[in-house]
């Protein structure tokens, strides 16, 4: 059986990358040398890969209430380490280090801002 692929689109950067229905958001985006959303700690404590979900079904692992209230959550706010898409998502950066993040298709990092 094949696994299904979606494609991840991030407003304001040109390049898109695919996950799979069982693959991080945010492990995708590394896998495919990407750095259109800042990247911290990778397991939803920190709060730097937040992304508003504008488009799309996914599932969301555990996140830290810190970070994302359940309000929030529910408007459609996430961390990108823990989203799992169910179709392809059109995301929008909101994490911390946002507005120190340059999109570019290659060659830029965002670890740890």
């Keep these: 059986m094949a696994t299904a692929r979606y494609e991840i689109r991030v407003l304001g950067a040109a390049a898109r990358f695919a996950c799979a229905h069982d693959e991080r958001v945010l492990i995708a985006m590394e896998r495919a040398g990407l750095a259109t959303v800042p ?14 979900v504008l488009e799309g079904d996914y599932r969301c692992g555990p996140m830290s209430r810190v970070h994302v209230s359940a309000a929030e959550e529910a408007a459609g706010a996430a961390l990108a380490c823990k989203v799992f898409p169910k179709s392809d998502l059109v995301l ?21 801002c």
């Design 92 to 112: 929008r950066p909101l994490g911390k280090c946002f507005d120190q993040t340059r999109y570019q298709e290659e060659g830029a990092s965002n670890h740890g």
């Design 39 to 52: 990247v911290g700690c990778r397991g939803g404590g920190c709060g730097i890969c937040k992304v508003e």
